[in-house]
């Protein structure tokens, strides 16, 4: 932000401690200071609201692979992030066309549902081209609608399972064994 702090200058935050589901004790750093105006529960609120944000960047980061370029110059990285966010805001456009579906289909199952993220992505990348050279692109994207609709998955609330970490990471990108790619 322009900001120049050295070494001698002092910084006014607000360290919230939190006692997770789990046990665990985590603790927030913020500049929200007012502990009237937001107390302990207000916080833990706001940190589960970004929660979406966070799991959608998993999804940029790990299955659209926004990290891996296909070529070092800053045009291709460029056009490779700009192209990766354009798919992942066509298929949230698409999934959003499938809300009527799906809640419909929800309403008759024991579960909610929504489309699955990686059958839907594979049905988008391997259109994309076509979607582009086609006269008429509205058949062209209720064709991927449909296809959207006919891969979905129970969303199951509360589920919580331990989180096994195969090795420590290195701010690189490796491949886990138990991760399959888009079809």
């Known amino acids: 932000m322009g900001i120049e702090i050295n070494k001698e200058a002092t910084i006014c935050i607000r360290l919230v401690k939190m006692l997770l589901n789990t046990g665990e004790t985590e603790i927030l750093i913020t500049n929200l200071y007012s502990t009237s105006l937001y107390t302990r529960a207000d916080m833990k609120e706001v940190y589960h609201f970004r929660w979406g944000v966070e799991t959608s960047y998993g999804y940029l980061k790990e299955e659209l692979l ?101 090795r420590p990471p290195n701010g690189k990108f490796y491949t886990l064994t138990n991760y399959k790619r888009a079809l």
């Open 66 to 166: 926004l990290g891996q370029f296909s070529g070092l110059r800053c045009i291709c990285i460029e056009q490779d992030f700009a192209a990766n966010l354009f798919l992942y805001n066509l298929q949230s456009l698409i999934e959003k066309q499938t809300e009527l579906y799906t809640a419909a289909v929800s309403r008759k199952r024991k579960y909610a549902y929504k489309i699955n993220k990686n059958t839907s992505w594979a049905s988008l990348k391997n259109r994309m081209v076509q979607l582009f050279l086609e006269n008429n692109s509205e058949i062209m994207l209720k064709e991927l609608e449909v296809l959207f609709e006919r891969y979905l998955e129970p969303v199951r609330p509360d589920r919580k399972f331990t989180r096994v970490k195969k």
